[in-house]
């Protein structure tokens, strides 16, 4: 559907109480079909796609996003959707986690129960500045390489495994250049040279959700443990005093096991 007030862009399924869910990436929710059609036996589900990516390509070029901007957006559409002094679960992950925390934070009137799953939000982190610098290099390498060689280097980031680049032949620079042409405007490569670097920078506010911690639920995958999205979410919940709830899979569990994670939702929800 799509609201032409808010130009907000949002599909809507299943019957029940209302639960958000804000995709992670850069807010397309491919993928997340198997979750959200077990999620909608339970719940009215509305899909929120920040960008429109869903509804076909974008006109024109795309700016740097913001956090604050999508959350916004976030509660118009649950404004729009809601009767007077009703509130809605939210779900987001890994950038859809840290505007689901934002929403909470700022919004809280209209919020029942929100969980963040693996939100990268790397101010929280003992080695902050070391990841910051390695989210840098992934965006310069987007710029000069491509899609692919920074989608390898982040992958490496994350995962906190070393990285070494490779020699740089002529040729694999001149594939480079093709290869960014091609990806130009496709949801990766809107991820990583628009929403990557000032979402993993944007700094929660706190002290404000300590004070909604009841209502919070942070989350992270099994399998990622160790990994960055999980310290983070980890210490998150250790900061806010909100919950903490292990998701089956890794940072795209929603997408590798989308029944047992709608089940895990559900529960937390």
């Known amino acids: ?113 929100v969980v963040a799953h693996e939100p990268p939000s790397i101010g929280v982190l003992p080695d902050a500045a070391r990841q910051h610098a390695m989210i840098t290099e992934v965006y310069e390498i987007h710029r000069t390489e491509g899609v692919a060689a920074a989608t390898a280097r982040l992958g490496a980031g994350l995962e906190g495994r070393s990285w070494e680049p490779g020699p740089r032949l002529a040729s694999a620079v001149a594939d480079a250049g093709e290869n960014a042409r091609s990806t130009q405007g496709t949801p990766m490569d809107i991820f990583l040279g628009h929403v990557l670097r000032s979402f993993t920078s944007h700094a929660l506010d706190l002290d404000a959700l300590k004070g909604l911690s009841s209502r919070l639920t942070l989350g992270a995958g099994r399998d990622s443990r160790g990994q960055l999205p999980f310290r983070a979410a980890a210490l998150l919940a250790k900061l806010s005093g909100g919950d903490f709830v292990e998701f089956p899979g890794g940072h795209l569990g929603v997408l590798q096991h989308p029944v047992a994670f709608a089940d895990r939702l559900t529960e937390a929800l």
């Open 1 to 113: 559907m799509h609201d032409g007030h808010y130009d907000v862009h949002y599909d809507v399924r299943g019957s029940g109480p209302l639960l958000l869910i804000i995709p992670g990436g850069a807010g397309h929710p491919m993928g997340l079909e198997g979750a959200v059609a077990r999620l909608s036996e339970r719940f009215t589900v509305v899909t929120y796609d920040p960008l429109g990516l869903s509804h076909g390509p974008l006109d024109g070029p795309v700016g740097d996003q913001r956090v604050k901007v999508w959350s916004d957006r976030a509660h118009q559409l649950l404004d729009s959707l809601l009767p007077d002094g009703e509130s809605a679960c939210v779900f987001g992950s890994s950038s859809g986690g840290i505007v689901a925390l934002d929403l909470l934070a700022r919004y809280p009137e209209r919020l029942r129960r």
